[in-house]
């Protein structure tokens, strides 16, 4: 007689704890320990605006200023902001972009509106996308989830992890999305604006600089005309 033996479906199975090494253990609990701070000078805080059901944003640069602009896709339509000043400077609450003859992707694009308007931008979030991930002149942006799912967004000059100096001095800790989810964070292409977007709100920094910055192709966030 065969006897059977009951086999357990992989998700009755238990999950074995991550091992970590000494190395890694090390990293995860240096960036457990460091707490939001405000980031440095000249990156100065203009807003930390509620957006419900934010989907994604992207970067687009004034046709008439040349500030950058920021566009906000979410389940209530689109916003556009200065970064400048923070404020919303146009919304369409039903925007039609499905309907865009040039046959983009409606969930990457959207159309322009207020100043950018008979443009398309390019949006990253919650279906995919990125934005550049440095400034161009020495600034880094990384994204790290030491407390998984919660994520944090670090900034730096260090050039990124493992980060060797001391917090608050090579690299800072400046966002915390354990409140909502985090749909993106990244520079401008300009390299002059911060941006952390989370499913429920917009935060920006900016910052003055006469320092020329790389606009060779490799980011995504870009205004296509």
Known sequence: MTKWTKVGSPVDQPVPEPTFSPYQHALRQRLLAAPVIAAPEPWRRIA????????????????GTGHDLVMVVSHDGHGLFDTV???????DRDPDDEDDPRGAD????????GPLAGSRVRIAGLFGGELHSSSGDGWTLEVVAPAWPNERV???RDGGLPHSG????HWWHIFDSRS???RTAGFSPSGKTL???TSSDLSLWTRDTDVDVDHSPGGVAQLYG
Do not use: K, N
């Open 195 to 197: 941006a952390v977007a």
């Open 154 to 156: 670090l900034l730096s």
């Open 166 to 169: 001391p917090h608050g001095e």
């Open 48 to 63: 930390c605006t509620p957006v419900g059901g934010l989907l994604g944003i992207g970067f687009a640069s004034h046709p």
């Open 85 to 91: 000043t923070g404020e919303r400077i146009a919304r």
């Open 106 to 113: 409606p969930a990457l694009w959207c159309s322009g509106l």
């Open 180 to 182: 909502s989810e985090l």
